[in-house]
């Protein structure tokens, strides 16, 4: 019984460590494309947002890379740590944060400040990138056996969202400077749910603490024009 159980863990990782990349992907690629309406950009109007270059640029292609694939397979004991470094679709998502932030400018009628005016709003770095992990270890012994399992997608690092701006009056700039705001995301730990839950709950979780700090943004950015 106790060869069984630990046959049936080790079978469970081996699958694993061959599909979990595709799985990963997979699940990712299934938020995209969005569906609202987004606003596009257009030189002539009053406020512009545009991502930095190189931060598209540097979109990895593919959702999951891996960078770690341990699996110790011995006969009463096996051990296994699974480490995959993720991103979110980093264009589209910012795309649809410099359309959320032209348009959140235009509720809060930050393009009525001064006559003839322009905002300028470069976004430098946004939260778009997230750890996967799966680790666990299952041992026999002559009593019974022991057996632990967990999985936990966290943060590579905190990952701040950084907006610099720029404000014109009749094409002489009045106003510049930038506003960081700090990632507020944090881990997240299942046993119980398949891989493809977890990336869905923590790709939820990367949307809420853009739209957090999207909001938070707004305040600031409002505040700072007006001074």
Known sequence: MKLKIIASLLSVALIFASCAHKIINKSIA???????????????????????DKLVA???IGYAIPVKRLL??????????YLYKCNLDTKQELDKLCS???SDCYKVKLDRIFDHQ???LTIEAAPTNFVYQQKGFALIYLAGYLYNYNQI?????????VVSYKLFSNKE??????ITLADKRIEAANPNASTAKMIDL??????????MLRKEFITQLEKEIKQ
Do not use: M
Request: proline content about 7%.
């Open 30 to 52: 299934a938020h995209y494309p969005y569906h609202e309406e987004s606003i596009q950009a257009d030189s002539s109007d009053a406020i512009t947002v545009k991502p930095i």
């Open 58 to 60: 540097n979109t990895p």
């Open 72 to 81: 110790i397979p011995l006969v009463f004991f096996t051990h296994w740590n």
């Open 100 to 102: 959320d932030i032209k």
């Open 118 to 120: 322009k905002i300028e």
């Open 153 to 161: 997608v966290y943060p590579i690092v905190k990952e701040n969202l």
């Open 173 to 178: 700039l009045v106003k510049s400077g930038k």
């Open 202 to 211: 923590y790709i939820d979780l990367c949307r809420e603490n853009i739209l």
